[in-house]
């Protein structure tokens, strides 16, 4: 299983993330080639290596060409961003005009957005009429679509990233004065339910843009798990500050266990069986790979029974909350567990009395037939002869 994992430990910036991902592809020239299908201009990449604290990343540094001759007047600001002042639906048209790959331009819209959505928030404006220079500049379309870029070419089966720190402190922006984590970055986590905080650093580590990016790529912020690594990307911020102003990405591989199950257990004893059996059902349908009741006694000898159920990690939260709501259960017990199971295989096999569906299972270049038993009832009724007669049968030796 192929895994990227981000270490926020400094925050998480656009440019940060397209340094380290950079590194890891190998070639600066695969993600400037690939924005020019964007068709935007007014902007130049420049790509170097920056030293960080004695540890060297690559830094990408979006240059808009317009900013060399402005005056510092008193207006310069309202003239330096006047003509990128775009919603929502003109980065979405840009995107969706442009020749990249559509799971490019699908990433793409989707990190734009966690941020259009965090500073319609914060500005109390519906997301249509969200005009505003975070979402509208060059470099923050660079940045996003330049992420999706490199992430599409990577292609991991799933992305981790450790808890992402951001600083504290005030920094300045267009609205002035604004404390740290900013609010746009604020809100974007919250709403993805990343997991963050602020260590002792005194100014803005992660940006809107990296928020929104970690956002979209990762729902697991953990440790970095087991991995056998095979590249490091090291993606060098603007800042210097005490500690190295870098993005670490790891790309390493998971082993994934052979087949592993989980199974959840629980001891009931104040449940009818009628309860019990129909909770049985739902969870069959719900997708349980297995369920079954044990008897039991529990305290003061009173019979019980252990509901057992077996299955797929994915599946575990929808089961439990079907125990919970079905039953009289406060409390579920569940491992994981390795299992083997061997190669099988469906089909039809047709016997002098009619078509029977069969299980081909191999083992050991042995194979074995095994009878459905619903094909097996239906055979038996339908031509009114013993089951046991029908298990038998030559077709199944």
Known sequence: MKILY?????????????GALTEIIGDENYL???????????????????????ITGTYVD???EHEHHHDHGEHEHEHH?????????????????????????????????RVAKAESKVHNKPLEEVHFHEVGAIDSIVDIVGTAILINKINPDKVISSIVNDGYGFIECAHGKMAVPVPATSEIFVSAGVKFRQV??????????????????S??????????????????????????????????????????????????????????????????????LDVFFTPIFMKKNRPAYRLTVACKKEDMEKLQNIIFRETTTIGIRYRFEERKVLKREEFEIDTKYGMLKVKKV????????????????????????????????????
């Open 81 to 113: 961003h006047h003509h990128e002042h775009r919603n929502l639906n003109d980065i979405n048209k840009i995107i969706d005009e442009s020749s990249l790959d559509e799971r490019v331009k699908d990433l793409a819209k989707k990190i734009f957005i």
């Open 62 to 64: 979006v240059i808009l």
């Open 362 to 397: 191999v083992n050991n270049g042995e194979e074995y037939l095994y009878p459905e038993f619903e094909s097996m009832k239906e055979l038996a009724k339908k031509k009114n002869i013993p089951l046991k007669e029908l298990y038998k049968l030559e077709e199944l030796k």
């Open 200 to 217: 002792d650093i005194d100014t803005e580590l992660v940006t809107p843009t990296g928020a929104a990016i970690i956002a979209e790529l």
């Open 32 to 54: 400037i080639n690939e924005l020019k299908k964007l068709n935007v201009d007014g902007y130049k990449i420049e790509i170097s290596k920056k030293v960080k604290n004695g």
């Open 219 to 288: 729902d697991e912020f953990k440790v970095m798990p087991g991995m056998k690594v095979e590249k490091i990307g090291w993606g060098a911020g603007y800042k210097d500050i005490e500690i190295p102003n870098v993005l670490k990405v790891y790309l390493g591989e998971i082993e994934e266990k052979e087949d592993g199950i989980y199974v959840m257990e629980t001891n009931i004893d104040d449940c009818s069986g009628e309860i019990l059996g129909y909770t049985s059902d739902i969870l069959f349908d719900a997708g349980a």
């Open 6 to 18: 981000f270490d926020c430990s400094s925050g998480i910036s656009g440019n940060m993330t397209l």
